[in-house]
């Protein structure tokens, strides 16, 4: 019998510090979610540089609020009552550590941007953004921080003039993430700004966390929407991205093995969505792109072994444009209302170019030169108002050698039509 009621007291007795910290931490919202880290010790504070460490297993935005005010730390993270929270540090989340920020306790998480330094948030461990909205707040203007810099290539002089913006939070996860990064069903905007070629704090980078999940967002006003590097296994869908400061979707420099499907980019001040530098087994599908600076599709610099299929791409500069690439598939996408429809150039060589069709080009529905060489163009559809700017066909240079051209039909219709 003493053993059973041993056994029976064991059961119940809970440490009233945790009990209390459950309470306290997680009855904002009504929604009864996981107990706190059982080790206070995961969560610290560095006020030298405003800085939040996490090496929890698990933690929410109230496991931080709630050790940082035993620390006397309430000035870094403070929450109103309808789930609105303000970050006044930055965030990393160490290698095997977990932070998630949902709907369970937060709205809304608005990071300070002071002017004087950028706040992060910093993966090497792994994230979860789910059903909210994070941005910058300029606690000054009591808005946004809007003013994010710019960066403009000089062509004459062959680099780059910078002008650094106002700094502004940033997402960026590191390249020994050790976990992945997964954002979804949120609002991302007002991230990033120019500090300089190379600075990585230009809004959503992904430097590691393979196979994470970008999907159901509305991803705007940051300076570059998403940027990654060497990643591989990602899926970005579903996601509205628009009015950035550049690119839209920028994969870069060997990211690999990505699907882009089913995304709406549109008004982004430059390529809408572009893969550059040696990526290779990317899908890009089912996406709408139009009204961005210049390009609505790209394929640069050794892009190879990927497929742009069933795209929707309309008031463009160039619609569809191959550069220094080889080995892709383009195919059923519908291209209309461009200088330039589909456009390759730069030594491009066996891509496949098929059932596409293409609408009201200004200049040329299909246009190949500067060495773009052994490509094959069948079963496309140009239709076309003949004029001497528009032309439905246009191979530039004797340098551009072995195209094939087969089974393409091309519609020439009236002004008035």
């Keep these: 019998m003493s053993l ?8 119940v007795i809970i440490p009233i ?40 297993k698990y933690a929410h935005l109230s496991d931080i609020e709630h050790q940082l005010k035993i620390e006397d730390g309430a000035d870094i993270v403070d929450k109103t009552e309808d789930g609105t929270w303000l970050l006044n540090a930055g965030l990393i989340i160490e290698k095997g550590a977990a932070l998630t920020i949902d709907s369970k306790d937060t709205k809304w998480l608005k990071i300070i941007a002071d002017g004087k330094i950028a706040y992060p948030i910093q993966v090497l461990g792994s994230l979860k953004i789910d059903s909210v909205k994070v941005t910058s707040w300029n606690p000054q203007t009591n808005d946004y921080a809007t003013s994010e810099g710019n960066r403009e290539l000089n062509e004459k002089l062959g680099r780059y003039e910078v002008e650094e913006g106002f700094p502004r939070p940033y997402i960026r996860i590191e390249e020994e993430a050790t976990g992945t990064t997964n954002i979804t069903n949120s609002e991302i905007a007002y991230l990033g700004y120019e500090a300089g070629l190379g600075g990585g704090v230009t809004g959503l980078t992904y430097l590691g966390g393979d196979n994470s999940v970008l999907k159901n967002n509305n991803i705007h006003d940051l300076y570059f929407a998403f940027y990654s590097n060497g990643v591989g296994g990602m899926v970005i869908e579903n996601n509205h991205i628009h009015n950035n400061g550049h690119y839209g979707l920028d994969p870069h420099t060997g990211t690999h093995d990505m699907l882009i499907r089913n995304n709406t980019v549109h008004d982004n001040g430059s390529t809408g969505i572009i893969c550059s530098l040696n990526c290779h087994n990317i899908i890009i599908e089912n996406n709408t792109a139009y009204n961005n600076n210049d390009i609505g599709i790209m394929f640069s610099r050794n892009m190879t072994n990927s497929i742009a299929r069933n795209n ?12 220094k690439s080889h080995n892709n598939e383009i195919y059923n996408n519908t291209v209309y209302d461009t200088k330039n429809a589909i456009y390759l150039k730069n030594m491009s060589s066996n891509n496949l170019i098929h059932d596409n069709i293409i609408k009201n080009p200004r200049s040329s529905g299909i246009q190949v030169n500067t060495g773009a060489s052994a490509n094959t163009f069948y079963s496309n559809t140009i239709i076309i108002i003949p004029s001497k700017e528009s032309k439905a066909i246009v191979v530039e240079n004797e340098t551009s050698k072995d195209n094939i051209f087969k089974d393409n039909k091309v519609i020439g219709i009236s002004s008035g039509q």
């Design 4 to 11: 059973s009621i041993t056994r029976i007291v064991a059961a």
């Design 312 to 323: 929707i791409v309309y008031n463009e500069t160039q619609g569809i444009f191959i550069s």
């Design 17 to 56: 510090s945790l009990l209390f910290s459950i309470i306290d931490s997680r009855a904002t919202l009504g929604t009864t979610i996981t107990a706190p880290p059982s080790d206070p010790n995961c969560i610290s504070y560095d006020p030298s540089i405003r800085s939040i460490k996490i090496t929890c």
